[in-house]
T-cell receptor, first 116, second 115 residues
Framework: AQTVTQSQPEMSVQEAETVTLSCTYD???????LFWYKQPPSRQMILVIR??????QNATENRFSVNFQKAAKSFSLKISDSQLGDAAMYFCAYGYSGGGADGLTFGKGTHLIIQP | DVKVTQSSRYLVKRTGEKVFLECVQDMDHENMFWYRQDPGLGLRLIYFSYDVKMKEKGDIPEGYSVSREKKERFSLILESASTNQTSMYLC??????????????FGPGTRLTVT
């Protein structure tokens, strides 16, 4: 079974600085997807960024980028120029391409605090 | 934009009651999911459905059942609510296949309290 581990229950960063959230996963599959989802307080879970395992290039979305290390099974999220609106729970998730409708496997989440 | 709605944001029920949580998506997605979210445990998959009337157990199906009579609607049923089912329940939907990149779209969640 796949597992996703987020080792940082909580992180704090000063506004405008850069923060990196860690995620490791375990799988025997070679073709899969990895996601970072953001859940602001009392608001809907939204997708931040997605990485396809067969792509070597790290995904980027504006201030958000990932460091995908397939051999190490590591998938960290870097947030540059942190903003107050980035404060949220961040969940790393794994999806298996061959699994059809199988649900995503989520980590336990990292609570990101932005200090003004 | 994909929209996933859930029937209630907050719900309070008594132990032993039968509870229905409803989820509706408006983008013709084949897949629908029910997750449970608890502090320190992340999201755990309860059930999912890949087609009308089809359902599969997730990681924690005990004490729950589901119903999918129409493609856009997926219901989670607590047959006899217990206090350990107090939690946040999230519904999600997705397309089938690689073209979707397996991205799931989430509803706002239902915070259920069982007393």
């Amino acid at each position: 079974a796949q597992t996703v581990t987020q080792s940082q229950p909580e992180m704090s960063v000063q506004e405008a600085e850069t923060v990196t959230l860690s995620c490791t996963y375990d799988t025997s599959e070679s073709d899969y997807y990895l996601f970072w989802y953001k859940q602001p307080p009392s608001r809907q879970m939204i997708l931040v960024i997605r990485q396809e395992a067969y792509k070597q290039q790290n995904a980027t979305e504006n201030r958000f980028s990932v460091n995908f290390q397939k051999a190490a099974k590591s998938f960290s999220l870097k947030i540059s120029d942190s903003q107050l609106g980035d404060a949220a729970m961040y969940f790393c998730a794994y999806g298996y391409s061959g699994g059809g409708a199988d649900g995503l496997t989520f980590g336990k989440g990292t609570h990101l605090i932005i200090q003004p | 934009d994909v929209k996933v709605t859930q029937s209630s944001r907050y719900l309070v029920k008594r132990t032993g009651e039968k509870v229905f949580l409803e989820c509706v998506q408006d983008m013709d997605h084949e897949n629908m999911f029910w997750y449970r979210q608890d502090p320190g445990l992340g999201l755990r998959l309860i059930y999912f459905s890949y087609d009308v009337k089809m359902k599969e157990k997730g990681d924690i199906p005990e004490g729950y059942s589901v119903s999918r009579e129409k493609k856009e609607r997926f219901s989670l049923i607590l047959e006899s609510a217990s206090t350990n089912q107090t939690s946040m329940y999230l519904c999600a939907s997705s397309l089938v296949g690689r073209a979707s990149s397996y991205e799931q779209y989430f509803g706002p969640g239902t915070r259920l309290t069982v007393t």
